[in-house]
């Protein structure tokens, strides 16, 4: 993609929300998690043992939450659009990756692979042809009901195609590995070195290539970026194709340990929702922040408040932290 180098790029600057880490708000974040799993592991009233499996698996499961939610926070950085159509392109990816093994006998991850374009082009026409007039309208309303309406149309006609009936794809690797006395899933460890790859990837895009410099542009004034020559729509092309192509990753890597329905996307809409605005909306590192934190709080608090308890913690201690700080833990206050 060609895209005109903005004399204007020093206005991106490095405190764009979509790459800045927050070294302060970072190792607060650890110091206090430090200290809570202190105090678990003190005065939890649990074998040391069993709070360690179920600190290994949050991490794990954080791993993947943070890989859902990495698509939807570049999208709405960039673009301003709340994509309710995540859920539903997670599970289109992972419908793909099944076709490819089923028909192909292709190997998971060489599908999760071919994917990847697949995905990245389906974001691009959707973009190009249903969202950017609306998105040039600083209509916040239609978007939203545009990628609404995509979602539900994604989902039926999964269902008119494959039925009802759960699917499942043969994974290459099984099996657990020890870490640190617990059992870790290999295919949950995989998932959690996608996610850390699929941020590094989108933050070394963002921050080293041209194109990377006019997506910043663009987040940070769009029409400012317009007045030197960058094209705005090819611009929320790229960034709302890239969004799908994080989402083909995350639906392939965890196609073989979630039962394939035509919803099964929409179990993790809610929680990348949640992560989203606990990182701060548009923030990468803010996003695989969020997803760790969110899987730890959710599997640990399960050992203290079993079934949907955990979850009353999660959307708890979410709501307390907006409390303190409204722009999320990585976002900039307007």
Known sequence: MAITEAPAAPAADKRNPLTAGGTRITLTI???????????????DREPALI???LVSGLLLGGVYALVSLGLTLIFGVLGIVNF?????????????????SSLGLNLYVAVVLTIPLLFGFGWLVQSMLLNRLTEDASHDRPLLVTLGLSLLIVNVLLMIFGGRPKSVDAPVSGSIEILGALADTQRIIAFGGAVLVAAALTLVLRKTSMGLAIRAVAANGTGASLVGVNVRRVYAMTFGLG?????VAGGLITPFTTLVPTAGEQFTTLAFVIVVLG?????????????FIGVLQTVGSLYLPGSGSLILVFGIFVLILFLRPQGLFGAKQ
């Open 280 to 292: 701060g909306l548009g923030s990468i590192p803010g996003a695989l922040v969020g997803g760790v």
């Open 85 to 101: 159509a995540q859920g539903a392109m997670l599970t289109l990816s992972m419908y793909l990756v099944y076709v490819l093994q």
């Open 244 to 248: 799908a192509a994080s989402v083909a």
């Open 52 to 54: 360690t499996q179920y």
């Open 30 to 44: 650890g110091g206090i998690a430090v200290v809570g799993l202190a105090l678990v592991y003190l005065l939890g």
